[in-house]
């Protein structure tokens, strides 16, 4: 299934998950570009989402205002719905309006892949190629992987550094799929020092050794971060 936490209280953009984009709140943008794929939920901080969300017919439910984040506040949806460990559950950012479903059905299908081997961690997420003018965003996290296409390192500083001129960069896409058990596990390691310091929630698995399976995709979608990447997304609608 389909969880999309939503936090009203954002930090360096508030409210930003209700911004108008095409005449649709964010939110709603968001689970309607993947309503075809699973059963999708809004796991939200604040009540005005969750009326928004049922005003368009989009399942929602209210969560904790204390979660450090969005996979905290999606494990806190997938207990309270009982789901089972086995399943799948990916977890589709709310400020993602113009996520391919094509990134969405790679990711889900890495997962069953972990599924099949029997991985004892199940958690996976999705990447492309950029250019290195735009590795340079801090807002555009780059991923740096082994020859296991797991990651190694996530940043908001451009990596690798290009020290020898022949350096790739690869964009982390904001998406992350998990089973239900390893979505538990995650959230019960302890808070790591990197996570904090770069503010990258994935950091705290790979700080504990767990592998972060990284699928590569092909995407021309974009997150909402600023206020200029909303009238960017604006803009498309015009």
Same mark, same amino acid.
């Given at each position: ?15 930003k ?28 901080d ?8 049922? &005003?368009?017919?989009?399942?929602a ?16 949806c ?26 969405? &059905? ?27 003018e ?19 390192? #996530? ?15 690869f964009g ?5 799929? #998990? ?39 092909a ?20």
């Amino acid at each position: 299934m389909i969880i999309i936490p939503a936090r009203l209280a954002s930090s360096r953009f508030p409210q930003k998950v209700l911004a108008d984009i095409g005449g649709l709140p964010m939110v709603v943008r968001t689970a309607k570009r993947v309503a075809h794929l699973d059963r999708v939920v809004v796991a939200a901080d604040d009540e005005r989402i969750i009326a928004t969300c049922k &005003e368009y017919g989009i399942e929602a439910m209210l969560t904790s205002t204390t979660h450090k984040s969005g996979t905290d506040r999606i494990h806190e949806c997938a207990t309270i719905l009982n789901l089972d460990d086995n399943e799948l559950i990916i977890n589709v950012q709310a400020d993602e309006p113009f996520i391919e479903p094509d990134v969405v &059905e790679s990711l889900m299908k890495k997962l069953k892949q972990l599924q099949t081997d029997k991985e004892d961690f199940i958690m996976g997420s999705c990447y492309n190629s950029i250019n290195a003018e735009a590795a340079t965003d801090p807002n555009l996290v780059k991923v740096v992987l082994n020859e296991k296409s797991n990651a190694i390192y #996530f940043s908001r500083a451009k990596i690798p550094h290009n020290q020898s001129g022949e350096a790739v960069y690869f964009g982390h896409i904001g998406i992350y799929g #998990f089973s239900k058990k390893s979505l538990k596990d995650f959230c019960s390691l302890p808070d790591a020092p990197i996570e904090d310091i770069e503010k990258l929630e994935q950091l705290r698995a790979i700080y504990h050794g767990k592998n972060i399976a990284m699928v590569k995709v092909a995407s021309t979608g974009f997150g909402i971060d600023t206020e200029d990447d909303l009238k960017r997304a604006v803009e498309i609608f015009l």
